[in-house]
């Protein structure tokens, strides 16, 4: 399907104006060539891809944008592991709030519904985005609508109506499919032996054997593991 295109209306003698025409029909996005008429128009084509052209009013209330910068405030406090440092969390939601703003970053939230959400799904599969993925992402955003809820700043009604929209499921989407990860075969491993300190290839040898993660080998110590038995007992 070709895109439709964004045009230009002359004013004769007031503002240019945007439009995008769909289905035969002009939509108004604002002054011409500015960002908020390019927001618009990218949110009217994931909806109109989605939802076969349905287009939704907009109004002056509290917005995606504004919600998406409180989440991502409290994010930086909440996504922490113990130590105090920053998990990936922090980067995966404002990554995520990006792209929702994209298309959604001046629309109220009380207008923030399954059509739309559907339409920031539809733009993860159009982006080449992997199926499990966009399922994880669509979790988030129901976790950034919640934050809204428990802070007073959206109706609950939305994020119940958010639940409606089910996950992708296999063979019944578009989104691609990502190849599960294997084990790296033992002769790979043999083969590093010579390159490795002693040290490093003890952690190795420890990981094959306890199926622990690489950080939490690296956070063990001496006095943590109970030697005084045969079997030796780490206690974290």
Known sequence: MKTPKYSLQ???GIQDRAFVKLNNKKHYLGTYASPESWEKYNAILSEYYAN??????KS??????ELCCSFNDHAKIYYRRQDGTKTSEIITFKLLCTLICELYGRLPVEQFSPIKLEAVRATMIKRGWARKNINNQI???RTIIKFGVRK?????TILEALKTVDGLAIGRTTAKETEKIKPVPKAHIDAIEPLMSSPL???IQLQLHTAARP???CLMRL???????DIWIYKP
């Open 139 to 141: 979790s988030r955003v």
């Open 10 to 12: 002359k004013g004769h």
């Open 201 to 203: 290839w003890a952690m």
């Open 152 to 156: 007073e700043l959206v109706h609950v």
């Open 215 to 217: 950080g939490e080998i």
């Open 60 to 65: 002056n209330d509290y917005t995606i944008a």
């Open 52 to 57: 076969g052209g349905t287009i939704y009013q």
């Open 223 to 229: 006095c943590d593991i109970d030697m005084t038995q």
